[in-house]
């Protein structure tokens, strides 16, 4: 069979929760390590972190016939993951988990995970044949088997420090310090559905300019607090942030969190801000509202978006006196060319127009024009 292969998004999560129920009671005790609900099981569908996390599916037809998930964390400020393979019954020896297999170890590369780990008991035959298939270090401990491949070499892989912080420690903020004395200090906020985790590469980059980098996951978010989304919980997590850092810091917003950061420029001037593809000053309201939603891949996504926004308040523009560069994406379906420009106008913002889609901190041509916008 010619079975599809392709990495998935919150858009597959009703999908990924049908191929995980549909898992017998040993396969279950043999993916998760113990006998594991139906309800437990929605709740792992529903709390993937398609931001940070790799998935790989594959599919026969509609439907979900194999899964892996790398869970992404931190190690000594590095990223590893930690492999879950599932086949469905039926579907098994067709080398289907291989595949799955190859393509997480070509994501996480591409992610810069230095390590990926495979707990597994020891009475899993087809995962032991596996391991031992991809040159897998194992030690045993009982029934218990971990198994660790080397991803790749820290050298070429991104180093950032997590903490906790915001009010009551509530949030998950990363932070990349550059070598001696920083020249100032950067916050970049995420938009709806992201985290913190995505912008490491350019922390990285930022850092390598002399800036300390600091990124929040916003409440509900990455392993941050959870909380109803509101605008008013997540401009507070933004302003208990900054709290923390210098007057002068730099600002730097993607999507919804270009939003919260200009709000944030109506009551402080700062140094310089970047605006990656913005909600525009002017928020869409009815059909252009609904545009925007549909755009967002992720029903929690969306949700996150329609409570911040519907009713949000237009930015004042005339009261901010921080120098704004804009960035946007040609392609993006979220924050169409024609809002972009209209927004650069208002600002009166130097305008980088990338060949790219919406998720523009993962962008590999975002560093340049991030970098100029911060020393407008």
Known sequence: MDYRFGSLSPDDEAALALHLLGLDGEDRALRFGASTLDETLLAYAR???FNRDVAEGAWDGGRLIGFAHLAVLQEDGYAVGELGLSITA???GQRIAGRLIQRAILRARRF??????????RRNL???RLVHRFGLATSYDGDEALACLQVLPREKSVYSEVHRGGRDGRLEIF???PRGRPKGHVLLVHGAGGDGWQWRAAMADISREGYAAHALSLSGHGRSEAAPPTFARLFEDVRSVLAGLPENTRLVGHSLGGYLVQREL???ERPAAVLLAPVPPDVPRGQELASLLSGLAGERTREVAANVLRGADTVEVEKVR???ALISGDRDRVMPVPWMRSTAARYRAPWTRLQAGHNLPVAQAISEPLRAGLSL
């Open 47 to 49: 709390s993937l972190n």
């Open 112 to 121: 810069g995970l230095t390590r990926m780990y495979v707990h597994y008991m």
């Open 322 to 324: 921080t120098p704004v």
């Open 266 to 268: 109506e009551q402080s």
């Open 90 to 92: 039926g579907y098994r």
């Open 126 to 128: 087809a995962m032991t």
């Open 175 to 177: 932070k990349n310090l």
